[in-house]
């Protein structure tokens, strides 16, 4: 048993994960792209059979194997569940590879197809990511093996003094507000008639 489990709640559900971080809405995917979210389920049962198989080999009790086996078998249920409704909407044409299914048109082309070599290895290019038909049937994936920038070499601007960064001057004085710090027209109202004001 978790200590807190005893110490905090006296033996009730805690409502937190297994590090003690408590529940909330973030652990819900719902995006509103069926595709987005379906992928994202998979990902997360794939990521629940990854630990529960390490657990399994952690273990020699037989009743904590037995759980861990029902377990096993239920991520593996429901990592195909999600599969097949991914293959349904598919099939359905409600959804096609890329979430979401459109605006193709709009994107940059060559920036859709191309893997940038930007490691020391010598073998990202071997792979069907750099060569051939793209999995969405639409791009043929290539590689570039010497990408170069696609602009000049940026840094942010000055910080607004309101916001206490600590700041060297070396980027010169901030040229407006920042976000946050900004006045609202009542602010430039009061400041109109009291120049003191601020």
């Known amino acids: 048993m978790d200590p807190q489990q005893a110490i905090v ?49 952690m273990t020699d009790d037989p009743g904590v ?5 029902f377990n096993l078998a239920r991520d593996t249920y429901h990592q195909n569940m999600w599969l097949a409704a991914i293959e349904e909407l598919q ?9 979401p299914n459109d605006l193709f048109d709009e994107e ?23 060569h051939g038909t793209a ?3 639409r791009h043929e994936n290539r590689f570039l093996a010497d990408p170069q920038a696609l602009g000049n070499k940026q840094s942010g601007p000055p910080p607004d003094p309101k916001l206490y960064a600590t700041y060297d ?6 040229s407006n507000a920042a976000l946050g710090t900004e ?6 109202i009061k400041e109109t ?6």
């Open 65 to 69: 194997k037995a759980m861990l086996k």
């Open 108 to 130: 940059y082309e060559e920036h859709a197809s191309t893997l940038w070599h930007l490691s020391d290895g010598t073998e990202s290019d071997k792979g069907r990511w750099a």
């Open 91 to 99: 099939a359905d044409g409600v959804e096609g590879v890329m979430a």
């Open 9 to 57: 709640s006296g033996g009730g559900p805690t409502l937190a994960d297994s590090n003690g971080v408590p529940w909330n809405g973030r652990f819900i995917v719902a995006s509103g792209n069926l595709l987005a979210d379906f992928r994202a389920n998979v990902a997360a049962e794939a990521q629940g059979r990854v630990q529960t198989a390490r657990l399994w080999h």
């Open 169 to 174: 001057g070396g980027l010169g004085e901030p």
């Open 135 to 137: 999995p969405d049937g």
């Open 193 to 198: 008639l009291d120049p003191n004001a601020g």
């Open 183 to 188: 006045k609202g027209v009542m602010g430039k």
